[in-house]
């Protein structure tokens, strides 16, 4: 998340370095090879609207106003995606990652493993007794 004004830059470059404990490879990961030599070769300045276009933010939130501070408006964006059972969640984030980061076959088990977690469990059962399939 971003807010207007603000503004991400890699500036190792500048101090004779390259980031360290995996920054690169990540940002990489984040934004595409092309991307990141970009942002780490030049030390570009990645406001709002490029940190959105390029893949580094996901939204852009309001200045802080007089009923909702930026910290509040951080945590009503991201209930949006952690709202809801934590055991579903962590199997969300689980197999995205695994997704992301395994060869195919092993995240299709990872994601079939996951699967077996909550089918059947409380939030499954909760909502084919409410009727919820598809809201």
Same mark, same amino acid.
């Given at each position: 998340?971003?807010?207007?004004g603000s503004v991400v830059q890699f500036v190792q470059k500048h101090m004779g370095l390259v980031? #360290?404990?995996?920054g690169a490879a990540r940002l990489v990961r984040v934004v595409g090879s092309q991307n990141a030599l970009k942002l780490l070769g030049g030390a570009v300045k990645v406001d709002p609207e490029l940190g959105l276009q390029i893949g580094l933010a996901d939204d852009v939130l309001e200045d802080a106003q007089e009923q909702r501070t930026v910290l509040q408006q951080a *945590?009503?964006? /991201?209930?949006?995606y952690t709202k809801g059972p934590a055991p579903v969640i962590q199997a969300v984030k689980k197999v995205v990652i695994s997704g992301r980061e395994l060869p195919l076959a092993d995240a /299709?088990? $990872? *994601?079939?493993d996951m699967f077996g $977690?909550?089918? #059947?469990?409380?939030?499954?059962?909760?909502?084919? $007794?409410?009727?919820?399939?598809?809201?």
């Open positions: 998340l971003m807010v207007q980031p #360290g404990w995996g *945590e009503n964006w /991201l209930n949006c /299709l088990r $990872t *994601e079939k $977690t909550v089918w #059947g469990g409380p939030a499954n059962l909760q909502a084919l $007794t409410s009727k919820m399939k598809h809201k």
